[in-house]
């Protein structure tokens, strides 16, 4: 069983950054793809980015560029940078688990999820 632990988010401002973490228990989780999905209210969940447990990286097309994926095995903790944030990335944002090869985009595919948090761009 993994369990995962989200933190980081906030309320910033338009162009601002933010970091967020997921940790995750278990003596596998390194083994595990991680990916990161978000919320906004009245909308469905969509992907945003997730990393293999190779290193294969991929990102929703409106955040490449801005939004960086990274983890740290020997912390089995994943990190998303968020840069030049806009009122559109307000979400909740969800880290989720699982060993999976393709289908990294679908949420379907994940069993293990974290509770959530909230990044709020506004003014």
């Known amino acids: 069983q993994v369990q995962l632990v989200e933190s980081g988010g906030g309320l910033v401002q338009p162009g601002g950054s933010l970091r967020l973490s997921c940790a995750a228990s278990?003596?596998?989780?390194?083994?595990?793809?991680m990916g990161w999905f978000r919320q906004a209210p009245g909308k469905e969940r969509e992907f945003v980015t997730a990393i293999s447990w190779s290193g294969r990286t991929i990102y929703y097309d409106s955040v490449k560029g801005r939004f960086t994926i990274s983890r740290d095995s020997a912390k089995n903790t994943v990190y998303l940078q968020m840069n030049s944030l806009k009122p559109e990335d307000t979400a909740v944002y969800y880290c989720a688990a699982d060993r999976i090869q393709y289908g990294l985009e679908s949420s379907r595919n994940y069993k293990h999820w974290g509770q959530g948090t909230q990044v709020t761009v506004s003014s």
């Open positions: 278990g003596r596998t989780a390194s083994s595990y793809t």
